[in-house]
């Protein structure tokens, strides 16, 4: 398994990560300080601008090597299974931020609703789980074994963590939603 060419698609791996996972911490860090009101929503989604496109680069180019690294292994371990899961979760996560890019360009600084503010959230949690994760798994198999089969039953594991996602997603933006509505109701004007 290790040949040159294995070392040359682990490079190519690896750079992918410093490029994608790295413009990942700067957004982050960029929203974490417009949080604490240090910079505009509008420096915010200028940054985005910037930053999605390195990490689109950065994960493209984890899969393609990925892809290549997986092949040169020749089997896929039931650890691997999980990485899979987090590089695709991240890969819907990415589209999903996109979509809520737009709707905060739309936006006036300052006047960002709950809901749109608790999709940023957990799609940037959801974003550091997806990579520490996958990192992880790749740091435990090339330095502590490269054959992993536990847990016994991924499917179970994965299945769990895309339930656990979808629930606290959905109950988030239903009950963030209810108190928009609520507070939109008791502001309305009444008639004289």
């Known amino acids: ?16 990560l410093a490029v994608g996972f790295g413009a990942v911490i700067v957004i982050d860090m960029f929203g974490l300080l417009w949080t604490m009101k240090k910079i505009s929503l509008a420096l915010v989604n200028q940054v ?10 950065g994960w493209g180019g984890l899969v393609a090597s990925g892809i290549v ?42 006047e960002l609703p709950a809901n749109l503010r608790f999709r940023i959230a957990f799609s940037s949690v959801l974003s550091q789980i997806g990579w520490w994760g996958a990192i992880s798994i790749g740091f435990v198999h090339r330095h502590i074994r490269h054959t992993i089969n536990w847990p016994t039953h991924p499917e179970y594991v994965i299945a769990g ?10 109950v988030g933006i239903a009950t963030v939603g209810k108190k928009e509505h609520g507070l939109a109701e008791h502001h309305r004007p009444t008639d004289a």
């Open 1 to 16: 398994m290790d040949t040159p060419l294995f070392y040359i698609f682990l490079f190519v791996h690896l750079i992918s």
């Open 48 to 57: 985005a601008g910037f930053t999605q496109r390195l990490v689109w680069l």
């Open 69 to 110: 690294l997986i092949v040169l292994k020749g089997y896929i371990d039931n650890l691997t299974m999980i990485k899979l899961f987090f590089v695709a979760m991240l890969g819907v996560n990415g589209v999903l931020l996109h979509f809520i890019k737009k709707r905060m360009e739309q936006v006036r600084d300052g």
């Open 161 to 170: 963590l895309a339930i656990v996602c979808i629930v606290i997603g959905c």
